[in-house]
């Protein structure tokens, strides 16, 4: 299930994106924090499996008609295609009336996603 960021999910949060290696440092996942929480269109949105154990994180910016996928993160136990999916089918069930696009980096799992649904 998909729980919007909160304050009090702030270590969560931190801990699953200092999984990205590009945030070598817990000063670039703190300013990381900072850009979704400047824009109003910007979201992080926290992923709980079955088990009710936080597995994901997915970073999140609104435009009219789309969602893009800024940041996509599972915890190495968690990174399955089935967890793909069902993190993405959240997601899109959250977003009901927008498309869900990728960005650069995020762009060949929402190909994967977009595979297993035809």
């Not at 994106?17 to 000063?27: G, H, K, P, Q, V």
């Not at 789309?66 to 993405?88: E, R």
Request: net charge negative; with cysteine.
């Amino acid at each position: 299930m998909l729980y919007q960021y909160r304050k009090d999910y702030e270590k969560i949060t931190m801990g699953l994106l200092s999984l990205i290696t590009e945030f070598s440092n817990m000063d670039l996942v703190t300013q990381e924090m900072e850009w979704y929480d400047q824009s109003d269109q910007r979201q992080i949105l926290l992923w709980q499996n079955d088990a009710h154990n936080w597995a994901g994180l997915l970073g999140v910016e609104e435009h009219d008609d789309q969602v893009v996928i800024h940041q996509f993160i599972l915890t190495p136990q968690n990174q399955t295609q089935s967890s793909c999916n069902q993190m993405l089918d959240e997601l899109a069930a959250y977003y009901n009336e927008k498309q869900i696009v990728g960005s650069l980096s995020t762009h060949n799992i929402l190909k994967s996603w977009e595979q297993t649904k035809s």
